[in-house]
């Protein structure tokens, strides 16, 4: 018995199409890790911290009022495309972009705010919340043209598109800082271009939709807001406190958490995509070896530690100079982060595929506004740099005992209901 659970583990962590699908998104996320790592030295080589700083509470105020796109059809959608189902792509983008026009007030209207509150210095984040504000569907409503890939377990065409698009778009980045442009153009720029490369691959799938004759699927819309909600907090997580640090401490800070979180985002990049990776097989299957993908999880969130204290250790100071000694302190204080990262997307996907929704976003919820008012409680009492690394732990540590708790109680539950 135990030799053949054995094998069924292996045989899941270690099988040919696996293997080949987890080296082509590890070769995507690490190239585009790679890129993006490159990019955000010449942020801290060639713009000023305010500008750095800037840049990143734009990004965050966008990608925070992003959740009027409703990023969950993607995953609905993903479940449609692994059942067979097309057609649920071009219903996706088309309910998207006709939610994210509802946001376009909000975000018009929060610029303005800014604008009047700056008083006519550093101007750059309320115009770029007007103007950004009023493209917002053409943004992010494309955006779901992956699923029809990777819903068939085509993670090479997905792999390759993405890095050809990250690359150019890096390229006019640099180019950008190069001629230091502010930090609305570059926001403005990298938006515009992430915009067009969704759109052209979009147009690909819609071709390649019409032209499938598999049963015409109709996407899952109240599965799809509930995934919207479970993605708005966790949207509410990641951004929040740098709109929170700009407000209360300054733009410099910012550029401060965000050179010295950099290195796990990226690796928090590769380890959800690869996690992810398992979705369609749960989508798809009826029964799924949970302790399997545990294992691979496990195994992943290991290795990235290691991976990230070696790489911080040898090349951080190199790469981004003695002008970050203060993330490069946060930075350190960071390795075992990775080990977390993966165990909580772990715990995140199972309740995902089980449609526990409401579990998900209350304890998101629940955990984000706890955490800032301990953010805010330490740095009071601590330095920065020992704030952002209590924060960071907790985050994901609270959250992790949380879902472990629902898993023991549910199955606790189940064996009840049996002897019952």
């Known amino acids: 018995m135990r030799v053949s659970y054995l094998k069924n583990v292996l045989f899941f962590v270690w099988s040919k199409e696996t293997i080949k699908n987890s080296v082509w998104v590890s070769l995507r996320y690490g190239i585009v890790s790679a890129i993006g790592l490159l990019l955000s030295v010449a942020f801290a080589r060639l713009a000023t911290k305010e500008v750095l700083g800037q840049y990143q509470v734009i990004l965050s105020i966008i990608a925070f009022f992003s959740i009027a796109s409703l990023p969950g059809l993607n995953t ?46 550093s101007t750059d984040v309320g115009v770029a919340c007007i103007v950004l504000g009023a493209l917002l569907p053409f943004l992010y409503a494309s955006n779901t ?20 698009s990250t690359a150019v778009i890096a390229l006019c980045m640099y180019a950008a800082l190069w001629y230091r442009l502010s930090a609305f153009w570059l926001a403005l720029i990298w938006f515009s271009l992430n915009a067009l490369f969704s759109w052209l691959y979009y ?51 910012v550029a401060t958490y965000q050179v010295a979180s950099g290195f796990v985002v990226a690796l928090t990049g590769l380890l959800a995509a690869l996690t992810a990776m398992s979705l369609p097989l749960i989508f798809s299957q009826t029964k799924e070896d949970f302790k399997s993908i545990f294992i691979q999880n496990v195994l992943m969130g290991l290795l990235g530690s290691l991976g990230y204290f070696v790489v911080v250790k040898l090349f951080f100071i190199l790469l981004y100079g003695d002008g970050f000694s203060e993330s490069y302190a946060i930075a350190k204080q960071l390795w075992l982060l990775p080990f977390f990262i993966s165990i909580r997307l772990f715990l995140v996907n199972i309740f995902t595929a089980r449609q526990k929704n409401k579990l998900i976003v209350g304890s998101y ?20 740099t020992a704030s952002i690394a209590y924060y960071l732990y907790f985050i994901n540590g609270a959250l992790i005992a949380i879902f472990s708790l629902a898993y023991y109680f549910s199955k606790a539950s189940k064996k009840t209901d049996s002897i019952c």
Do not use: H
């Open 365 to 384: 919820l629940l955990v984000s506004i706890s955490s800032l008012f301990l953010l805010f409680y330490i740095v009071q009492r601590a330095s920065f």
């Open 145 to 164: 043209w992956y699923v029809f890939y990777e819903g068939k377990l085509l993670f090479r065409s997905v792999s390759i598109k993405i890095i050809f």
């Open 76 to 121: 609905s959608a993903l479940r449609s495309v692994a059942r067979n189902e097309s057609g649920t792509v071009k219903q996706a983008v088309r309910l998207s972009f006709i939610s994210s026009i509802l946001a376009i007030p909000v975000l018009v209207g929060y610029g303005i705010y800014l604008l009047q509150m700056s008083g006519g210095q």
């Open 203 to 253: 147009w690909q799938v819609s071709i390649q939709e019409d032209q499938e004759s598999d049963t015409r699927g109709k996407i899952d819309i109240r599965y799809g807001l509930g995934l919207s909600a479970q993605k708005f907090v966790v949207n509410l997580t990641d951004n929040f406190p740098v709109m929170a640090i700009a407000f209360f401490i300054g733009y410099e800070a």
